[in-house]
């Protein structure tokens, strides 16, 4: 059976499309969804996103990791997903969708997607971290010597060692550049491995440096591998209102497998 597909791309995170909107994709079939993703043998992609219909919203969110489980939200992916809306004609400008952590809000213009996530009312403070949940878990934590170490082994030791184990988490390392700038990479859980851009990991060290008093501002600026991010919000008594992750999604390609 063939299988039409269209990636896209945000700051390097990148991600297969399907339009499901027929249900005629397999989501069971997780070997399938893994084959698609792999970068030597399929498509080759950090995830797999399935743009569905909903009952009352624009569409549903079902997104799967690069190991073809479904997964916590994705935030680069999210945006990428306002794009395909777009190209696709299922949405002009903005969007309301439903993704696997519940409603969120988008708008998109000159392929700049502005994203609304999830508000975030605990943040849990350690000695050497800050752990956080913005729609999927973070550990977030300072690495001065952010280009030179090993983040696949360091990542992986955090992702795999206490208190996450099994569950697991993902493992952002920061660098701080001045009050509002600060550099990010990412092991995410499910890659097992760095990805050039992480959305809710981002949105995750923006609030954790307000959290610990490192910014001042309600604006971030993030610098990742594969670009540049923003992260605006609002904060009241310790709780992160009005979240948004803003950044560009590409169209890279579309093809037939």
Same mark, same amino acid.
């Given at each position: 059976?063939?299988?039409? %597909?269209?990636?896209?791309?945000?700051?390097?995170?990148?991600?297969?499309?399907?339009?499901?909107?027929?249900?005629? %994709?397999? &989501? &069971?079939?997780?070997?399938?969804?893994?084959?698609?993703?792999?970068?030597?043998?399929?498509?080759?992609?950090?995830?797999?996103?399935?743009?569905?219909?909903?009952?009352?919203?624009?569409?549903?969110?079902?997104?799967?990791?690069?190991?073809? @489980?479904?997964?916590?939200?994705?935030?680069?992916?999210?945006?990428?997903?306002?794009?395909?809306?777009?190209d696709?004609? /299922?949405?002009?400008?903005?969007?309301?969708?439903?993704?696997?952590?519940?409603?969120?809000?988008?708008?998109?213009e @000159?392929?700049?997607? #502005?994203?609304?996530?999830?508000?975030?009312?605990?943040?849990?403070?350690?000695?050497?971290?800050?752990?956080?949940?913005?729609g999927?878990?973070?550990?977030?934590?300072?690495?001065?010597?952010?280009e #030179?170490?090993d983040?696949?082994? &360091?990542?992986?030791?955090?992702?795999?060692?206490?208190?996450?184990?099994?569950?697991?988490?993902?493992?952002? %390392?920061?660098?701080?550049?001045?009050?509002?700038? %600060?550099?990010?990479?990412?092991?995410?859980?499910?890659?097992?491995?760095?990805?050039?851009?992480?959305?809710t990991? /981002?949105?995750?060290?923006?609030?954790?440096?307000?959290?610990?008093? &490192?910014?001042?501002?309600?604006?971030?600026?993030?610098?990742?591998?594969?670009?540049?991010?923003k992260?605006?919000?609002?904060?009241?008594?310790?709780?992160?209102k #009005?979240?948004?992750?803003?950044?560009?999604?590409?169209?890279?390609?579309?093809?037939?497998?």
């Amino acid at each position: 059976m063939q299988q039409t %597909f269209y990636k896209y791309q945000g700051t390097g995170n990148d991600f297969v499309m399907i339009d499901n909107r027929q249900q005629t %994709f397999n &989501k &069971k079939d997780t070997k399938h969804i893994a084959f698609l993703c792999d970068r030597r043998f399929g498509i080759g992609a950090d995830g797999l996103i399935l743009l569905e219909n909903h009952p009352e919203y624009d569409f549903r969110m079902v997104y799967y990791n690069s190991d073809g @489980n479904e997964s916590s939200m994705c935030g680069n992916g999210g945006r990428c997903l306002v794009a395909f809306a777009q190209d696709l004609g /299922v949405i002009s400008g903005k969007a309301v969708f439903e993704a696997i952590d519940g409603l969120h809000h988008a708008t998109i213009e @000159n392929g700049i997607v #502005n994203l609304q996530m999830q508000d975030v009312d605990v943040v849990e403070q350690y000695p050497n971290h800050v752990f956080l949940n913005t729609g999927s878990p973070h550990h977030v934590q300072f690495e001065e010597d952010i280009e #030179n170490f090993d983040i696949k082994i &360091k990542g992986a030791d955090i992702r795999y060692g206490e208190p996450y184990n099994e569950a697991g988490t993902n493992v952002n %390392f920061v660098k701080q550049l001045d009050n509002e700038n %600060f550099v990010v990479r990412t092991y995410e859980r499910g890659v097992e491995d760095e990805t050039l851009s992480c959305g809710t990991g /981002v949105t995750a060290v923006a609030i954790a440096m307000h959290s610990l008093k &490192k910014t001042t501002e309600n604006q971030v600026a993030l610098q990742v591998r594969g670009g540049d991010l923003k992260v605006q919000f609002e904060e009241n008594n310790g709780t992160y209102k #009005n979240v948004w992750l803003i950044g560009p999604a590409t169209f890279v390609f579309k093809g037939e497998i």
